[in-house]
DNA sequence: AAACCCATGTAATAGGTTACATGATTTG
DNA sequence: CAAATCATGTAACCTATTACATGGGTTT
């Protein structure tokens, strides 16, 4: 697992636009950066608290709220440990793909297999891409005036090129393996295999 | 975390090629699918015990070799196992996207910083995406004629697609944000955004 | 009054990385 | 003979999800 503790900053984030409670800030991130980015109350609630230790927020409990609600604010001493996160060069990615980890030993079981995932995931990615579009306009709308207006496009442009490329991808991969499909090499595939030992070098 | 066991499938998947050591198990899976799926000997060890005690490998200890190493072999059981597993859907994958959880957050630091990461993303990807081509090439190069090659290939064009939409998200990104630096606007930002308060929402 | 949303929080558990310890063998 | 590579393994730690427990308030 990574050393950065992203998850802190992902909560200072959110408290950056104003104050929220624990429940809110889950709420708000799931909606802004929700599709690349979630955290989980099991990770909300003890960061919060340990927020609150080292003076990066404050707490204000609602007296009037019978719900017992605990409204956080970011402090000065979190937004400059805020800052300090956003400037510092972003950790690379973890890429862990399912998908493509069952398509490249997808060559052990029928061609259906792996077409049945690929389908899969051409369906979802163009539900995908769908639903960005449609918060790309809504926030085309809604905040072009925003000054994060940009800051928030870009994001949303990032997973909408995401999708497409990976919609595309999905279907040309698609074409490929039905082709493969139309004339079987199944039997030839297993006595080849078998005879060359090692797994494909880089 | 998913409750799906990954890695132990990703073991069994290399195992599935032909026997082979935990170090050879580990320097194969990052030659072939290291782009998208990594695994470190701190987790394929415990893995491989387990799978022994599950009768889904066995091993053959080398004695002739001083070094002491041991050659695991999958067993029907584990092949069975290893099918199983890739029939299944892939369960959805996790997105946490730093760069892009920075780039959202950019608006509250000067354009500089959102520019800097931008650029050391369309640096990396560039470079990310003339390794794959690479990689393409001595594919197509050697593996030609394998039967496992079309599912080689996808696995491999899967990262260019990715690389290149990624590449060109970044280049337009970086104009967008660079033009805004043109004019700035970060007094009219600070105004606009405590009079707003609420997130953006979906 | 049921259903749903707001709201806080914890416990169990899984998944995973990093760093370290140890040593043999091969190659330049 | 030094450096690189082969090879096994563990310990410490962190990150994160899932599921649960609990209850108030709001809407239909």
Redesign the pocket.
């Known amino acids: 697992?990574?050393?950065?503790?992203?998850?802190r900053f992902a909560v200072l984030g959110a408290l950056s636009v104003g104050p929220r409670?624990?429940?809110?800030i889950q709420?708000d991130l799931a909606e802004s950066v929700g599709h690349f980015w979630?955290?989980?109350?099991?990770?909300i609630?003890?960061i919060?608290?340990e927020l609150l230790e080292s003076g990066e927020v404050t707490v204000s409990e609602d007296p009037e709220?019978?719900?017992?609600?605990?409204?956080y604010r970011i402090t000065p001493a979190g937004t400059k440990a805020f800052q300090a996160w956003l400037r510092d060069a972003p950790s690379p990615l973890?890429v862990?793909n399912e998908l493509l980890l069952k398509l490249f030993f997808g060559g052990t079981a029928p061609p259906e297999v792996a077409i049945g995932h690929l389908e899969r995931a051409l369906a979802e990615s163009e539900a995908a891409l769908q639903t960005l579009e449609g918060v790309m306009a809504t926030l085309e709308r809604d905040d072009r005036d925003d000054p994060m207006f940009p800051y928030w496009a870009i994001t949303v442009k990032a997973g909408i090129a995401g999708y497409r490329a990976h919609r595309d991808w999905c279907q040309e991969s698609l074409s490929t393996l039905t082709s493969l499909r139309a004339r079987p090499v199944a039997r030839r595939a297993r006595a080849a295999r078998s005879s060359r030992g090692a797994a494909r070098k880089r």
Not at 21 to 24: I, K, M, V
Not at 38 to 43: D, N
Not at 65 to 71: D, I, L, M, N, Y
């Open positions: 697992m990574a050393r950065t503790n992203r998850s409670t624990g429940y809110e709420r979630t955290e989980s109350y099991g990770q609630y003890p919060l608290r709220s019978g719900r017992g609600r605990k409204v973890a862990r």
